[in-house]
């Protein structure tokens, strides 16, 4: 098996992303040893100021989530995140798949719509 592809974050998945984007790559890749990962910043879709870096969404597989239900792989998501979400991380979309499950569709899903926040 490869190495685990890191995807960036930024308008298309590409670049370095901000310092934000980066800690959530760090934590995440420490804590879920992911075989794909993806860290989306959404932030500029919900109206925040440049480089707000408080809306993102991640796409985590690995091996760790095997067995578990949706939940729960979520919260482990969660618990390596605590402190980004205690703090500058207003919002986290989440989706957490199986190698297996990455391996029989490999397609991250559409970023959720802006429903409010300051753009109202």
Do not use: N, Y
């Amino acid at each position: 098996m490869r190495g685990p592809l890191l995807a960036a974050a930024g308008g298309a998945m590409g670049g370095a992303g901000g310092p934000l984007a980066r800690t959530i790559r760090a934590k995440l890749t420490a804590a879920l040893q992911p075989t794909h990962l993806e860290v989306r910043d959404d932030s500029p879709r919900h109206g925040g100021p440049p480089g707000a870096e408080t809306h993102f969404g991640v796409l985590v597989v690995s091996g760790r989530f095997a067995g578990l239900p949706l939940l729960q792989r979520h919260r482990l998501v969660h618990e390596a995140l605590r402190a980004e979400l205690a703090g500058p991380l207003h919002a986290l979309q989440v989706t957490a798949r199986t190698p297996q499950q990455w391996q029989s569709d490999p397609r991250a899903p559409p970023a959720p719509p802006c429903l409010g926040g300051s753009k109202r």
